[in-house]
């Protein structure tokens, strides 16, 4: 039973729209949707409490830059006693074409360094993650690092508010009937 929902990112507003901050974007709508804002919290993130399902469940947006994001998401989930495996990490991947999403149960890092730190700080792979697709770079020569920090492109915009609104309905469905019936229904 997820409890910490925890969408990735980078913070300041240089970051806001980039493909790298689509876990900060999902939390966003998410929280707005539920009329609730993001406060300072006890750690190096920021915090809204969402009623989904008739449970509260915790959204985070780490104040870390994104390779650090897993020291925020292990002082949340311990200050609210929540374990790894009740938690949902929200972040974007180059392995998928835009707009789809793909959901796990648990699984590696796929090389994403704020998956990394999440397992890295929670000390095992067993949480939850929605994974975001951004594509890879047209252009070979541009590095993934570059990529994932730039813009989305204006003919993007549509697929990613698209992509966007998925998430959070998978969101809406991993709380209320668990992560299998969410994969059957996204993957």
């Not at 919290?41 to 008739?54: F, N, P």
């Not at 374990?83 to 972040?91: G, M, R």
């Amino acid at each position: 039973m997820i409890k910490l929902v925890a969408g990735l990112g980078n913070p300041g507003r240089k970051y806001s729209r980039t493909r790298h901050n689509l876990g900060f974007m999902v939390a966003d709508l998410l929280a707005e949707k539920y009329s609730s804002g993001f406060k300072s919290a006890k750690g190096d993130y920021r915090q809204s409490t969402v009623s989904l399902s008739g449970r509260n469940i915790i959204v985070i947006k780490p104040t870390t830059y994104m390779n650090l994001s897993g020291d925020a998401v292990r002082v949340a989930a311990d200050y609210h006693g929540i374990d790894p495996n009740e938690i949902l990490v929200i972040t974007d991947d180059i392995n998928l074409p835009l707009g789809k999403i793909r959901i796990r149960l648990r699984g590696a890092d796929g090389g994403h360094r704020g998956l990394r730190s999440v397992v890295d700080e929670l000390q095992t792979d067993c949480f939850s993650r929605l994974r975001l697709g951004v594509g890879l770079p047209d252009c070979p020569e541009i590095a993934s690092e570059v990529f994932v920090l730039e813009n989305f492109r204006k003919e993007e915009e549509k697929s990613v508010k698209e992509m966007i609104e998925n998430a959070v309905s998978a969101v809406e469905l991993i709380v209320s009937d668990g992560v299998q019936t969410a994969q059957q229904t996204y993957n």
